[in-house]
Nanobody, 111 residues
Framework: QEEVVESGGGLIQVGGALKLSCTTSLNIASAKNMNWYRQAPGKQREWVARINQMGITTYAVSIEARATLWRNIAKRSMWLQINNLKAEDTARYYC?????WGQGAQVTVSS
């Protein structure tokens, strides 16, 4: 049984928005950090957003003006919304909770 599962990717036009979900079987109330990373083709994986145990969010500069991250502890879920998508947002997006990673969700932004 997978512990961390991402969903919500797909093909989106430039200027559009995406909402990624991360659902887990883990008890996220005790998670120090819940992170999103992404990896574009031919590039290294990069960190994009984090929500800590206190619910404080932090974003990479590349998305901070366009992104919102939130969680629901009871639902064991976290969401990342990015608006005004750019071609460079194309990547596979991964949810990481502690040492547990999901398989990722592909996001392709087309012009």
């Amino acid at each position: 049984q997978e512990e961390v599962v991402e969903s919500g990717g797909g093909l989106i036009q430039v200027g559009g928005a995406l909402k990624l979900s991360c659902t887990t079987s883990l008890n996220i109330a005790s998670a120090k950090n819940m992170n999103w990373y992404r990896q574009a083709p031919g590039k290294q994986r990069e960190w994009v957003a984090r929500i800590n145990q206190m619910g404080i969010t932090t974003y990479a500069v590349s998305i901070e003006a366009r992104a919102t991250l939130w969680r629901n502890i009871a639902k064991r879920s976290m969401w990342l919304q990015i608006n005004n998508l750019k071609a460079e947002d194309t990547a596979r997006y991964y949810c990481a909770i502690g040492e547990k990673w999901g398989q990722g969700a592909q996001v392709t932004v087309s012009s």
